[in-house]
């Protein structure tokens, strides 16, 4: 297996190969089928299919994989979550890619990949997956470490012609850690107006994007040293700029990460750093002792409720920020 880094920091994608994207990386999916769809003919046919769908029926995908038309253009077709295959589809759907097919194909799997220690990198930990690597070129697209992102940073620069060195870089991941979307979206907004260095690190300290970056981190620290006074102020002010679906859904990922931790006997699991931006995540392990799993289970259930209330009737967003302030956080453990 390729790591996504590798592949994409040496050479283009060659549209000859048919490709297997596993890992969990929805950046790094969009980004990798965006540079396909971008080199191909405009006459292409693009077909999307998602096998955890089950409004998306086999039959359709087995019809555009076997049909060749030599009147028509090709298709790129797209086979998500093939991890939901079964064994019967899944034999079904390798023969067809492995027979004279023209079309461009590109399956993502996108579980979380398991470290080998004898090979000294990820794998599948799937079976049906493992089968489709037989037949397509297999591409890494895990979550990567802040280490790695100094890399990613160069590949994007060259790619929207921006000018930058190592103190630019730092201060985008010391902002944004490994957060591929707001680096990305970051750069790409800079490059549109600003050449000079000094001018991009002056506009990175000015951006919203990063105030908010900075009112979320001193939430999450508040959260992982129990400082009820200082979550509710933190959570309100970001509850009145972003609203509360923004909120409660940090605050989980956080405590979410905690109660993983405090399950795992106060070690941080490595597919739950991953979901971790920033220095914060030096804190979870120390934060697990702050809470017992009684409370961090309930706290998962009051997110949960919260959740579906957004979803399903209105509500009053400080009133439920203050219900779950109560419910999670004022008890005693």
């Given at each position: 297996m390729i790591k996504a880094l590798k592949i994409l920091g040496q050479k283009s994608l060659d549209l000859s190969k048919n490709y297997l994207l596993a890992g969990d990386s929805d950046f790094l999916y969009l980004y990798i089928k965006d540079q396909i769809v971008e080199k191909l003919n405009n006459d292409t046919e693009l077909f999307l299919f998602d096998c955890s769908d089950k409004a998306d029926?086999?039959?359709?995908?087995?019809?555009?994989?076997?049909?060749?038309?030599?009147?028509?253009?090709?298709?790129?077709?797209?086979?998500?979550?093939?991890?939901?295959?079964?064994?019967?589809?899944?034999?079904?759907?390798?023969?067809?890619?492995?027979?004279?097919?023209?079309?461009?194909?590109?399956?993502?799997?996108?579980?979380?990949?398991?470290?080998?220690?004898?090979?000294?990198?990820?794998?599948?930990?799937?079976?049906?997956?493992?089968?489709?690597?037989?037949?397509?070129?297999?591409?890494?697209?895990?979550?990567?470490?802040?280490?790695?992102?100094?890399?990613?940073?160069?590949?994007?620069?060259?790619?929207?012609?921006?000018?930058?060195?190592?103190?630019?870089?730092?201060?985008?991941?010391?902002?944004?850690?490994?957060?591929?979307?707001?680096?990305?979206?970051?750069?790409?907004?800079?490059?549109?107006?600003?050449?000079?260095?000094?001018?991009?690190?002056?506009?990175?300290?000015?951006?919203?994007?990063?105030?908010?970056?900075?009112?979320?981190?001193?939430?999450?620290?508040?959260?992982?040293?129990?400082?009820?006074?200082?979550?509710?102020?933190?959570g309100l002010s970001i509850l009145n700029q972003y609203g509360l679906s923004y909120l409660i859904n940090s605050m989980f990922t956080i405590m979410e990460a905690i109660f993983l931790t405090k399950k795992n006997n106060g070690t941080l699991l490595e597919s739950t750093s991953r979901n971790i931006r920033g220095k914060v995540i030096n804190r979870i392990s120390a934060a697990s002792s702050n809470y017992s799993l009684k409370e961090l289970e309930n706290a998962i259930v009051i997110f949960s409720e919260i959740d579906i209330k957004l979803k399903t009737k209105k509500v009053i967003d400080e009133a439920e920020f203050t219900n779950i302030i109560n419910g999670v956080f004022k008890s005693e453990g």
């Amino acid at each position: 297996m390729i790591k996504a880094l590798k592949i994409l920091g040496q050479k283009s994608l060659d549209l000859s190969k048919n490709y297997l994207l596993a890992g969990d990386s929805d950046f790094l999916y969009l980004y990798i089928k965006d540079q396909i769809v971008e080199k191909l003919n405009n006459d292409t046919e693009l077909f999307l299919f998602d096998c955890s769908d089950k409004a998306d029926k086999i039959e359709f995908l087995v019809n555009s994989l076997g049909s060749q038309d030599l009147f028509s253009g090709s298709k790129f077709v797209i086979i998500k979550n093939i991890n939901k295959l079964s064994k019967k589809d899944k034999d079904t759907i390798i023969a067809l890619i492995d027979s004279d097919n023209t079309h461009h194909i590109l399956c993502v799997d996108h579980s979380f990949l398991i470290f080998d220690y004898k090979s000294k990198s990820n794998i599948v930990k799937n079976a049906n997956t493992r089968e489709f690597q037989k037949c397509l070129e297999t591409i890494d697209i895990s979550t990567p470490f802040e280490s790695e992102m100094t890399q990613w940073i160069k590949i994007f620069a060259e790619e929207l012609n921006l000018n930058i060195n190592n103190t630019y870089s730092s201060k985008l991941i010391e902002t944004f850690g490994n957060n591929f979307s707001a680096i990305y979206n970051e750069m790409s907004k800079s490059s549109l107006s600003i050449e000079k260095e000094d001018d991009l690190i002056h506009l990175l300290n000015q951006s919203s994007s990063v105030n908010k970056d900075k009112q979320l981190w001193e939430l999450n620290y508040a959260i992982c040293d129990r400082r009820v006074d200082a979550i509710f102020e933190n959570g309100l002010s970001i509850l009145n700029q972003y609203g509360l679906s923004y909120l409660i859904n940090s605050m989980f990922t956080i405590m979410e990460a905690i109660f993983l931790t405090k399950k795992n006997n106060g070690t941080l699991l490595e597919s739950t750093s991953r979901n971790i931006r920033g220095k914060v995540i030096n804190r979870i392990s120390a934060a697990s002792s702050n809470y017992s799993l009684k409370e961090l289970e309930n706290a998962i259930v009051i997110f949960s409720e919260i959740d579906i209330k957004l979803k399903t009737k209105k509500v009053i967003d400080e009133a439920e920020f203050t219900n779950i302030i109560n419910g999670v956080f004022k008890s005693e453990g």
